[in-house]
């Protein structure tokens, strides 16, 4: 029977590393100790029942087992160290051996302890809201899988299918983002099921890694999966280089062609390299067939660096105890590494939109393309066309003060995108002269209304296969330009600015999804939406940039206002005529124009906001109609998505991503008892309910 003190590198593979001129003493080198001490070859890599318990029925226990086993393995071991320097190994007895040790060491168990408090730590990264460094955020644009199922799921057991002929998927995109403008109670219960689910994991991995090690060695003492993969290398026979080679804590190292680490953290489909040191003068290395020997001069440094806890060693060096230090953290760094990858993969598939995955390539080409394209070349080329005013003196003196203003914006964005500027006293007929490069099917239109005149317009532009900008303008910009009057040259400026915002950001678009400018969306549902829907980041963005002055942020609040009143007095009656006749072609595009002028105007306010560093007043006009219908937790949402969106344009992968801004329209269309939904034969259907089938805002029993 053996004892309570158990071996996880037997007594047997240690006695060649023993200290010259003793019979059982060995240095042992561990982690926190500032230096080697000499221990017993029987109290090291030792520990007091660490196999398993003594019998309480008389039964053979793992221990015995081993033990056993272990008559079987030392003739084997002791033929291996009777080889000499190039000769080849056996594969079958050497991976046997290989597998036995790897399998058998504390190394393993040590490594999963660590990675439950590695767990612990993304535990509470999660909790913060943080995983490998990055924010987690629900995704805008679509419900998650996981979470879309767990709505249905409440709807169907509250009874309420029943009650609306809406369909499930639908009714949660719309609790979603009711949901989410709770603040984000979403993400909080989504965060909590993962810390959750992580805190189970972490609790039970230090029995788990007990039991698995456990379960393994008496399953097989050398399974045999793992005996057959290195049976498959080619072995032989080295010298160490200093006749002196260290035995780590996990006995063996592997080289995966990148990195020498421990045999048991390597991929066996990677593996290139083993070594095993069987004694302070000998190596078993094992190679692929393609592969030659490994350098091993440094093979004592790349031991300690993969050792976990400890290493031993039949020599005092003083090189070793300079390893101390830093002994443990490659296998810390890749734990953290293992188990941040899976607690980062189990939220990603809790959070997952279910949409096809890019390929690599293609995320990683979007997330680098940026503002500036190959055309690019830093220099400031522009035409100015005075359509029907002015001389030739007054095009050279607006022409000098817009190289001004482009040069100013040119420091923070490209204005490659920029073709050029034509003003004109005819502004809508200069709109609709313009060869645009590409069939249109309709003309442009302008505004005016009692509050806003529309001034300035940029015309996309197809040239060489690339879109540019053709920003046109009223006649009075040019004059505002170059006028004295600092006021009106300000404003002029700033209508500038807001053109050439979105000329950049067209630039960024088509850098980053070339096949997508001027492109059908190809899904046929977020296509009709995005019709309504296009310009409003578009408005967020460009106001953040250019608007001037507190002026012209009251007026974006005003036209705010003025749309929501719009929408408040004219959807119920669109919803009544609908009654009448009936006919869907009438009441959707009128009501979609009406959603889609409300969100742009808010938007653009959100971005005047933005650069004014302004709030909403509580006694506004518009704070007050947001209030009085239920929208000031959607006005936050918009502004946060709208916010999150701009911060994360440098590394916008996805097209579909802006589809968030379709997600805004159909929470203000529900609103006013319009609901659109896609069919399976991907077309369109609108429920036009007498009153709203759902509350957003009262989703809680």
Not at 365 to 387: K, T
Not at 406 to 414: D, T
Not at 583 to 591: Q, T
Request: aromatic share 8%; glycine share 6%.
């Amino acid at each position: 029977m053996s004892g309570r003190k158990q071996h996880f590198i037997p007594q047997h593979f240690q006695q060649p590393f023993a200290i010259e001129g003793t019979e059982n003493k060995i240095w042992l080198y561990r982690k926190g100790l500032p230096e080697p001490k000499p221990v017993s070859i029987g109290d090291a890599a030792a520990q007091r029942d660490f196999h398993s318990k003594p019998s309480s029925d008389g039964l053979p226990t793992l221990d015995d087992l081993i033990t056993d086993y272990e008559q079987n393995l030392h003739p084997k071991v002791d033929a291996l160290r009777e080889l000499e320097i190039g000769d080849k190994i056996d594969p079958a007895t050497i991976a046997e051996v290989v597998t036995h040790l790897t399998i058998r060491s504390s190394f393993i168990r040590g490594m999963v302890k660590d990675a439950a408090v590695s767990m612990a730590e993304a535990k509470r990264a999660v909790a913060l809201g943080e995983i490998n460094g990055k924010k987690i955020e629900l995704p805008k644009h679509k419900v998650p899988v996981a979470v879309e199922g767990l709505i249905i799921e409440e709807f169907d057991r509250r009874g309420l299918s029943a009650l609306t002929p809406v369909n499930g998927s639908t009714i949660a995109k719309l609790m979603y983002i009711g949901l989410r403008e709770g603040a984000e109670n979403v993400l909080d219960e989504s965060k909590n099921i993962i810390t959750r689910l992580i805190g189970e994991l972490a609790d039970n991995f230090g029995q788990l890694s007990h039991g698995a090690q456990t379960k393994v060695l008496t399953e097989a003492m050398a399974p045999e999966p793992r005996v057959e993969k290195l049976a498959c290398l080619d072995w032989q026979i080295i010298s160490s280089a200093n006749g002196c080679a260290i035995l780590p804590d996990c006995t063996c190292i592997a080289f995966d062609g990148t990195d020498w680490t421990s045999l048991f953290l390597t991929n066996t489909e990677h593996i290139q390299s083993v070594v095993l040191p069987l004694t302070p003068a000998l190596l078993a290395v094992g190679t692929t067939g393609s592969e030659e020997l490994p350098n091993l001069e440094n093979f004592d440094q790349l031991a300690t660096q993969v050792s976990h806890t400890f290493f031993l060693s039949s020599c005092r060096r003083d090189e070793l105890d300079d390893l101390l230090l830093g002994m443990g953290d490659q296998v810390q760094s890749q734990i953290g590494n293992l188990t941040n990858s899976a607690v980062s993969e189990a939220l990603e598939g809790f959070l997952s939109t279910g949409e096809p995955v890019a390929s690599q390539a293609q995320i990683d080409r979007a997330a680098s393309q940026s503002w500036v394209s190959e055309q690019d070349d830093g220099q400031i080329s522009f035409s100015v066309s005075l359509r029907d005013f002015g001389d030739a003196a007054l095009a050279t003196e607006v022409s000098g003060a817009l190289k001004s203003v482009l040069g100013v914006f040119a420091q923070n964005f490209p204005i490659s995108g920029v073709e050029g500027f034509t003003f004109a006293n005819d502004y809508r007929g200069a709109l609709n002269s313009i060869d645009r490069g590409f069939e249109t099917y309709s003309d442009l239109q302008t505004t005016e209304n009692e509050k806003y005149v529309g001034v300035t317009m940029p015309v996309p532009v197809l040239r060489d296969g690339r879109v540019k900008m053709q920003i046109v303008c009223r006649s009075s910009v040019a004059l505002d330009l170059v006028s004295d009057e600092g006021e009106n040259r300000y404003e002029a400026i700033s209508v500038i600015l807001h053109s050439l915002a979105s000329a950049a950001l067209t630039n960024l678009l088509q850098n980053k999804f070339p096949d997508q400018i001027l492109a059908r969306i190809s899904d046929e549902y977020e296509g009709l939406l995005y019709q309504s829907t296009s310009g409003i980041f578009d408005a967020c963005f460009c106001a953040s940039i250019s608007c001037s002055s507190a002026r012209l942020l009251q007026l974006y609040e005003e036209l705010a206002a003025d749309a929501l009143e719009k929408v408040l007095e004219n959807v119920p009656s669109e919803r009544r005529a609908y009654r009448e006749h009936g006919n869907m072609d009438i009441l959707f595009p009128a009501v979609s124009r009406m959603f889609g002028d409300f969100l742009n105007s808010t938007a653009r306010l959100l971005g005047g906001q933005k650069n004014q560093e302004a709030e909403l007043a509580e006694d506004s006009r518009l704070w007050l109609l947001l209030e009085a219908n239920n929208l000031l937790a959607w006005f936050e949402l918009f502004g946060k998505d709208l916010e999150s969106f701009d911060e994360g344009l440098e590394g916008w992968e996805k097209f579909e991503d802006i589809f968030f801004v379709n997600r805004h329209y159909e929470r203000i269309a529900a609103q006013f008892s319009i609901v659109p939904e896609p069919t399976d034969a991907s077309g369109v259907y609108v429920h036009v309910p007498e009153a709203p089938d759902i509350d957003l805002l009262d989703i809680d029993d």
